[in-house]
């Protein structure tokens, strides 16, 4: 039996929302899944609908002593929810706890003791904490053996993190055994700047502790909650019961394959300037539209907002010789203007997902493909609503959206085959263990 810990000593971070809800995405994969709650609170019981006045005993008369009253066993306390899922509830009884073991010798140990009892019975046992770093807390940290903190990507959660990994570490060390921590983003908002610049850095200062799986805000998940249903019962088609079953798949194993990078997307030096050149001429474009652009004779000339696909390629390399020539790219006023690449090279610059202006072009190559379409979150993942367009050249597909700020996923569909797009490494996990693309637009 594997036993998960979900900890943060913050509160509105999604603790018990993730609990039920990953515990319920365990049990629908097959998984038998006990839940157990030691948040006084009682807030899981709550969220599965379990009737108060009806729980007679809770998991406080499982962990107590013999001389401190009526004992029960953690099989007799337990309430079944669903298929698989079965929850051990708790209530402000608990909150007795450390008081009743204060100075006790094993009392870090009561939750491990009476876990270890039906570890026969269930392949994964998920604990829900408290908003309070403790001794119910530290029970379950020597009860589990790893440990997922619930963090929202918002500016408070962010900047009490790092505190809360050192405290974890240090209670690991403490706990004397070893405890994988990880960090899962909650209540993710793609269309807020702050939750895309929060998860950026999530990602740059806490990549070794991030999950890939992200858990996006999603109302879905509030009104299961106050209907005491887990996602998988109120709305098994939402956007939140499939990033719980993403999480629930991360955690038996089913993670993104790395992209190898081949000897030819290697870049060197030059070629490293050349390509920022090209961005820095795609930047302007998008920024002045049709404002004038200098050339290298000293006239203006024209930059069109929306760039024709064909033409897409060599306007961003004329407009990086004219920026050269102007001195306007680091590293290469001195040097002579750059010779036109190959069009085989111009056509593979232009493969990939590019933003210009209000829309993103989708571009790609299937050589022998007779049909293309592309689904998203843009579409509500409807791939015959947006199909692609064959372009002037053999093989090559375009397709133009206008999409607003925010993170989107998307996938292929050719010749009715699913499948990632070949030119776009940014990629990421799905709830089906294959990899979805990922654009983030400005």
């Known amino acids: 039996m594997r036993t998960v810990a979900i900890i943060n000593q913050k509160g ?11 515990a319920a995405c365990l049990a629908r994969l097959g998984q038998k899944t006990l839940l157990v709650d030691m948040d006084p609170q009682g807030h899981c019981g709550v969220g599965l609908a379990v009737p108060e006045d009806q729980i007679e005993r809770t998991v406080l008369d499982a962990l107590i002593e013999e001389r401190d009253g009526k004992t029960a066993k953690l099989e007799e306390i337990v309430w079944q929810i669903a298929t698989d899922f079965d929850l051990a509830p708790s209530n402000i009884k608990l909150a007795a706890f450390e008081q009743i073991f204060a100075g006790r010798v094993g009392r870090e140990d009561r939750l491990l003791n009476i876990i270890q009892s ?27 053996d790893e440990v997922v903190v619930p963090v929202e990507t918002g500016y408070f959660s962010l900047h009490g993190l790092t505190k809360m990994m050192e405290t974890l570490e240090m209670m690991k060390e403490k706990a004397g055994k070893d405890i994988l921590i990880r960090v ?3 209540l993710y908002d793609t269309r807020t700047k702050l939750a895309r610049e929060v998860l950026n850095e999530l990602r740059s200062k806490f990549s070794s502790y991030l999950m890939e799986s992200t858990v996006n805000f999603n109302t879905k998940l509030k009104e299961a909650a106050s209907f005491g249903q887990p996602i998988t019962e109120y ?10 079953v993403n999480l629930a798949r991360e955690l038996m194993g089913h993670k993104p394959t790395e992209t190898e990078v081949t000897p030819s997307e290697t870049l060197s030096r030059p070629a490293e300037l050349v390509q920022r050149a090209k961005q820095l001429a795609q930047l302007t474009t998008m920024q002045f539209g049709k404002n004038a652009m200098a050339s290298s004779n000293g006239a203006l000339a024209a930059a069109p907002a929306v760039v024709p696909q064909e033409s897409f390629a060599g306007t961003l390399e004329g407009a990086q ?8 790219v680091a590293g290469v006023q001195n040097e002579q203007p750059l010779a036109i690449t190959p069009t085989e090279q111009r056509l593979a ?16 190559k299937f050589a022998e493909a007779r049909k293309v379409l592309i689904a998203g979150d843009f ?3 409807s791939p015959m609503s947006t199909p692609m367009h064959s372009a002037s050249r053999p ?7 206008p999409l607003q700020s925010g993170r989107y996923r998307y996938r292929f569909v050719v010749d009715g085959k699913w499948m990632t797009d070949p030119h776009n490494s940014y990629v990421e996990t799905n709830q089906f263990g294959e990899l979805n693309n990922v654009i983030e637009v400005d």
């Open 321 to 328: 010789t004219r920026m050269q020539t102007m001195g306007l």
């Open 235 to 244: 709305d098994p088609g939402s956007r939140g019961y499939k990033d719980f």
């Open 12 to 22: 509105g971070c999604g603790k018990t929302t993730t609990s039920i809800n990953l």
């Open 349 to 364: 610059d232009f493969y990939g997902v590019k933003q210009m202006g209000d829309e993103v072009i989708f571009a790609a």
């Open 395 to 401: 093989g090559e597909w375009v397709t133009r959206l």
């Open 118 to 144: 039906i570890k026969a019975n269930y392949s994964w046992c998920i604990i829900d904490c408290p908003p309070s770093v403790g001794l119910i807390t530290f029970n379950a940290l020597r009860a589990c």
């Open 379 to 381: 579409n509500n993942w």
């Open 184 to 186: 899962l983003p909650t």
